[in-house]
């Protein structure tokens, strides 16, 4: 009976590959489906914002930076409008507060819906991509109302918000955050306990806790070998330190414990837009 042949193969991944909107070349060095080696190239894509922003108002920055990260917009203009306000000491008043804290969380979970929606495509999930892109949807719409576009609705401003909140969007919000456990729910029934995903993430992409702090990983990286660091917790802002949440965290660092980090951050997300809704509207106000 001949030898096998035990030869790897070399491959490119990207940079024209339609999900990296980074875009970075991987020059991969496969055993079969296993990775032995990664090469990373950077630099495919620049898009000079920072040199742009030099040219612009601080208000017209607003919608650049949203589209640094088209998934979490509302979370960078966020950022930069506080950055701005503690530049120039500008306090926002309680109810400001609330509202930016339910548009983060909200956002939060979109974010986190489009990374478990085609992250379960490529492992082979079809299915759960399209239950994920359903809700997102909703997000999609809610933004619509808030400023009249799906993506980029600028909302956030420098000194505050917009506008005050269109009519019918706190109930809008209220109708996701109530069905939203359910069909989280369903994410788990359809995912966590399927061999097949099972097979393909836990094991993968092992991480140590040396390891992840040698290279400065944080976010769900960080949290799933038990680093329970969350900028929210350690340097509170928008008033964070009022609101009741846990940070989720797993020791295993695989890929499987990074998919349930994700996942319960999206539940302690929808604790926190909860406690965020009844501050913008008390009981009998």
Not at 74 to 82: D, E, G, H, T, V
Not at 140 to 161: D, V
Not at 243 to 252: G, L
Request: glycine share 6%; net charge neutral; proline share 5%.
């Amino acid at each position: 009976m001949p030898e096998l042949r035990t030869e790897t193969m070399t491959v490119n991944m990207g940079p024209q590959h339609p999900s990296t909107h980074g875009v970075l070349r991987l020059v991969l060095e496969l055993d079969g489906e296993n990775v032995l080696s990664a090469e990373p190239t950077v630099g495919f894509l620049h898009t000079g914002i920072e040199k742009t922003a030099e040219q612009k108002k601080w208000q017209q920055i607003v919608p650049l930076v949203e589209r640094m990260d088209y998934l979490g917009p509302q979370s960078n203009s966020l950022a930069y409008c506080l950055s701005v306000e503690k530049l120039i000491g500008l306090e926002m008043p309680d109810r400001v507060t609330w509202i930016r804290v339910l548009i983060a969380e909200l956002q939060r979970i979109s974010s986190h819906l489009v990374w478990l929606g085609t992250h379960a495509m490529d492992v082979g999930a079809v299915s759960v991509m399209l239950y994920c892109f359903r809700e997102r949807e909703q997000m999609l719409n809610m933004n619509e109302m808030l400023a009249g576009f799906r993506m980029f609705p600028s909302y956030l401003r420098i000194g505050g918000l917009r506008d005050e909140l269109p009519r019918g969007y706190l109930d809008a919000a209220r109708d996701f955050l109530a069905k939203f456990p359910a069909n989280l729910d369903t994410y788990h029934d359809l995912l966590t306990k399927n061999r097949i995903w099972t097979s393909r993430t836990q094991n993968v992409g092992l991480l140590s806790r040396e390891r992840t702090l040698a290279l400065g990983l944080v976010g769900p990286m960080a949290r799933a070998v038990g680093i329970d660091y969350d900028v929210r917790k350690a340097f509170p802002y928008l008033q964070y330190e009022t609101f009741d949440f846990t940070v989720p965290t797993r020791t295993e660092g695989d890929v499987y414990a990074r998919y349930l980090v994700r996942m319960e951050e999206m539940r302690q997300s929808l604790r926190i837009c909860n406690q965020a809704l009844e501050r913008i509207t008390p009981t009998g106000a």
